[in-house]
Every structure is written in C-alpha cells, then in structure tokens.
C-alpha cells in the first residue's frame, strides 16, 4: 500500500477550467510536500506545507494542508496548457530527507 | 547553468550488459539521492550520500546495483548485468543538510534494455 494516496490519477480538462487534486494517508505528517515534473525533466518543488490547516497560494496554484496533517489537497484555477505535467505528492520527513512520492497525479490541459 | 545534471539522458543497453550513469550536484550541495522512476508512477528511493559517504540503501537496490561519490562531488550508479526489469528513468538529486527536503533534481537518465 502507498504511504501517499493521490487522486484522481488522470485529468484531462479544458484550458480555463478549475481543478482539485487529492493526497491522502492513514498517516500524520509533519509536513507535505508538491513537486511538479514536466516530460524528460526531474520534479521541481513548488510548495511545502508544515501547519495543519495551513493554505499557500502560487499564482494561480493553492495548495492545502488538513487539518490533521494526514492530507493534502492541490487547487489549481484557470488552467492553462502549461500547467500539463505531473503532480507529486512527497513526504520528505527522515532524517537525512529520504523523500517518499504517490505515485501522482498526470494532469493534460486542452487548448 | 548550476543545475544539477545528468550524463548520457539516455541508455539503450542489452540484456546482461553493464551500464554507468554520472550525476554532477550542484557545487555546493553535501547531499547526494539516487532515485528510481516507472512510467506514470512517483520516483522511488535507492541510495543516499552525505558528501562521499552513502549512508543509506533501500531494499530496491540490488547487489546488481552500486553507487559511488569518491570526492563527495559527483555521483555514479552502475547496474551490472542488466535486466529488462531495469528500465526506468533513473533520478539524481542533491540538497543542502539544514533542508534536505528541498531537492533539486537532474533531467534523469532514461534506460531502455532490450
């Protein structure tokens, strides 16, 4: 079983529509992390979240983290045909920043 | 560029043949990850260094596999009679002690054997 459940697995939207991708665990964390990975290219982070409740905004990005801090949540508005990529999930909580991914989320925005 | 990177980006190999991938970390970067990606899923951990000690292994890595960072600079991992379970794409990252959670990763080196 993954540490970190990600949904939906595949989205496939229109330019100009709304999207929300889920992360979720059994586990609590102390934080939570969301890497973006483009094609050919390594996973680059674009936000960690350490409060419990705590919401961050990129652009047009707005990443959640539960209450609990067993879960995680990715909002993204007005999508665009950039945006296509895959989302990750990563708790990188060890000691020496082992960092353990959900096996993401592959997001395809239409022009 | 002070990225990190990867050498070749891509790996053909046959069966059984042994193959060696290099990662240069950014400069000053002490922490050096080796992970291991499957079409469509997250990567997963193999090896860790804290400059040119490896610290630690995940059960992945087989005794087929070995990884090195002589000069606690750049990095190689080499698997030794390949199987076709081997291919992947194959990550490096690098990170600073204090904020290990934030790694900056190569293109990775995608193998293909055949």
């Known amino acids: 079983t993954q540490l970190l459940e990600q949904s939906p697995q595949f989205l496939s939207i229109q330019e100009g529509e709304n999207l929300t991708v889920y992360c979720n665990s059994s586990s609590v964390f102390s934080s939570l992390q969301w890497y973006r990975q483009e094609p050919g290219e390594g996973p680059v982070l674009l936000v960690t979240v350490v409060t419990g409740g705590e919401v961050k905004k990129l652009k047009r990005l707005t990443f959640q983290f539960g209450d609990a801090r067993k879960d995680s949540s990715l909002h993204i508005t007005a999508a665009q045909p950039g945006d296509t990529g895959l989302y990750l999930c990563?708790?990188?909580?060890?000691?020496?920043?082992?960092?353990?991914f959900g096996q993401g989320t592959i997001l395809t925005v239409h022009p | 560029d002070t990225g990190v990177s990867q050498d070749p980006r891509h790996k053909i190999t046959k069966r059984g043949q042994n193959v060696t991938f290099r990662c240069d970390p950014i400069?000053?970067?002490?922490?050096l990850y080796w992970y291991r990606q499957t079409l469509g899923q997250g990567p997963e951990f193999l090896t860790y260094f804290q400059n040119e000690a490896q610290l630690e292994k995940s059960r992945l890595l087989s005794d087929r596999f070995s990884a090195e960072r002589p000069k606690g600079s750049f990095s190689t991992l080499e698997i030794q009679r390949t199987e076709q379970g081997d291919s992947a794409m194959y990550l490096c990252?690098?990170?600073?002690?204090?904020?290990?959670?934030?790694?900056?990763f190569g293109p990775g080196t995608r193998l293909t054997v055949t």
């Open positions: 990252a690098s990170s600073l002690s204090g904020s290990s959670y934030e790694q900056y």
């Open positions: 400069s000053e970067h002490n922490r």
């Open positions: 990563v708790y990188g909580g060890t000691s020496y920043g082992k960092l353990t």
